[in-house]
């Protein structure tokens, strides 16, 4: 009795801490099972002392509870340890329960009928009286339905004895010493091996479960090292990704990676499990964002790396360990090295030389007599200073792209009055008229300026007429959004060079005249807005942007008044 009552605290003290590790997977079934376990024990315990049958009747009664419900909350921890967590919900769990159930309405009035036992006799063993069964066919179904599920949660265990992890190895065999030791006890009582003259040695190979578990938990961080990231990272990690992908667990450590992973973390698969993340994995544990990279020395030469971590959860939301995805971007370090080289000689060199160009051919101008000889400068003067505003032109697209967008809204009336004044002293000659139909103010981001005074020059450009006339109408779309068009009676926007713009891509036979209208294309999508171009050799053009807003006055009103 004394061991079967240690058995009990043992059983008892094992599933606090178990307990204690929830909603870690499987922690709260864990838990059952062996307060299960602790029940049958102590319950037993009581019994063997007891001789009047009668009186020793609703224990035996009451050992059934813990053995009708230990299997099914095996069940369901083996289920849930081992990822399989998507069959655990409520009506698969009712549906474990409906068997142990019925059995139980059997087991409680079992002196009524037959079905359980066909006969009950008290029989003397020494100090002891045990009790001598002739077990009916209710028995039968109530122990072969828990021999049913102890076997298929077993199973799962026993799967992982072949993974490659010896963490999981070891666990799985502490838990399978834990229900077999108490399985086979109850194969011993069942089949009527004499050993213990009807005493069942269930209760007593408790002690082992509850020593195992302890072992399991304590020891082998059971809860800390679940087998369910290396589960799920099969269905996550594929082979044949040409980026590097790593799956790691609550502890960091590394429970499986692809095979581009190799030659980043510099291990193989099968030697880099159970390896700290943190010391491993370059980007690990913060990953990398804001344009960072990581740089890595590989035996294919130095890579960069996005590193993007995500976290492994079970179909309950339970973290279960991170995925962390390399994306391999050296070419586009390379690609973007390369631009900033041409962009830095374009913007300087490039520029710094033709307006060299550009002042020779003034000085010659002023030397030669012969009207051809003036003209070829002129030429020359013209052609050096429009190279050289090309570069001007592409400072003020790199500047534009990378305006974050926190930077402070502007009034866009007040960046329109500006522009149009700047217009008029550069163009004399021209007309401009502005119709302004929003009845409150607007702010937009910062690009929308240069987007508009590109959109200006374009339409009292060189080849325009003597004195153009330039409309500007600006209209509210709607509450968040607002359109500026820019018409002139210039001659039309070509069909070709307004299919590069609208396509993205240049060819040698399609190309756009300058930089001017990309400048106006990449800023109207930087604000997150779009372009509509209307061409006739009649009317001229019309090309308006419509932008989002970022604040106005109206709509600050109606916060207000909802305030």
Not at 10 to 31: E, S, T
Not at 242 to 258: E, G, K, Q, S, T
Not at 262 to 274: H, P, R
Not at 334 to 352: A, I, K, W
Request: hydrophobic fraction near 45%; proline fraction near 6%; include cysteine.
């Amino acid at each position: 009795m004394s061991l079967l009552l240690f058995a009990a605290v043992i059983a008892a003290v094992v599933a606090v801490f178990a307990y204690r590790q929830r909603p870690k997977p499987g922690a709260i079934w864990l838990a059952l099972l062996l307060a299960g376990v602790a029940w049958w024990a102590a319950v037993y315990a009581v019994e063997l002392p007891i001789t009047p049958l009668p009186v020793r009747r609703p224990f035996m009664k009451l050992q059934w509870l813990g053995s009708l419900s230990i299997p099914v909350f095996w069940l369901l921890f083996s289920l849930e340890y081992t990822g399989r967590d998507r069959w655990v919900n409520p009506i698969s769990i009712a549906g474990l329960f409906v068997v142990p159930t019925v059995v139980a309405a059997l087991v409680f009035t079992f002196e009524h009928h037959t079905l359980l036992y066909r006969s009950v006799e008290l029989v003397q063993n020494g100090d002891l009286y045990a009790v001598e069964h002739v077990f009916g066919p209710a028995f039968y179904v109530g122990i072969g339905y828990s021999y049913l599920l102890t076997l298929v949660g077993s199973a799962l265990f026993v799967s992982l004895l072949a993974g490659r992890s010896s963490t999981h190895r070891k666990q799985s065999l502490a838990l399978l010493v834990a229900i077999v030791a108490p399985w086979l006890g109850n194969l011993v009582y069942i089949f009527d091996v004499s050993l213990l003259a009807d005493v069942d040695p269930t209760p007593m190979a408790f002690l082992v479960t509850g020593v195992a578990s302890f072992v399991a938990l304590e020891q082998l961080d059971l809860f800390d090292a679940v087998p369910v990231p290396d589960r799920i990272a099969r269905d996550i990690v594929i082979d044949g990704m040409y980026d590097p992908v790593v799956v790691v667990d609550n502890r960091d450590r590394i429970v499986d990676m692809n095979t581009a992973a190799t030659t980043v973390v510099g291990f193989s698969a099968q030697t880099a499990l159970g390896r700290d993340a943190n010391e491993t994995v370059p980007g690990f544990p913060e990953g990398t964002a804001d344009g960072e990279t990581v740089t890595v020395d590989s035996p294919e030469g130095v890579r960069h790396f996005d590193v993007a971590i995500s976290a492994v959860e079970d179909a309950h939301g339970r973290p279960l360990g991170q995925v962390v995805t390399m994306r391999d971007v050296t070419k586009r370090e390379h690609d973007e090295q390369r631009l900033n080289v041409l962009n830095r000689v374009l913007r300087h060199n490039l520029r710094n030389e033709m307006q060299v160009v550009a002042g020779c051919a003034e000085e010659l101008q002023s030397r030669l007599d012969d009207e051809a000889d003036v003209a070829l400068a002129t030429t020359i003067a013209e052609s050096a200073n429009e190279v050289s505003a090309l570069g001007d032109t592409a400072r003020e697209i790199e500047d534009l792209l990378e305006t974050p967008e926190s930077t402070p809204a502007i009034g866009l009336r007040d960046a329109i009055d500006r522009l149009l004044d700047d217009a008029e002293t550069e163009n004399p000659g021209a007309v401009f008229t502005l119709q302004w139909t929003p009845d409150h103010a607007i702010r937009c981001r910062r690009p929308i300026e240069p987007v508009l005074r590109h959109l200006l020059e374009a339409a009292t450009s060189s080849n325009r007429p003597p004195n153009p006339h330039v409309r500007l109408f600006v209209a509210a779309d709607t509450e968040d959004y607002v359109s500026i068009t820019v018409a002139d009676d210039g001659p039309p926007i070509s069909d070709a060079e307004r299919a590069v713009l609208e396509t993205g891509a240049e060819t040698p036979l399609d190309h756009a005249s300058g930089l001017d209208l990309w400048l106006v294309l990449w800023g109207t999508r930087a604000m997150g807005g779009t372009l509509d171009f209307e061409s006739h050799s009649d009317t001229g053009n019309a090309v308006t942007v419509h932008v989002p807003v970022v604040e106005s006055a109206q709509s600050a009103d109606q916060q207000a008044s909802a305030d």
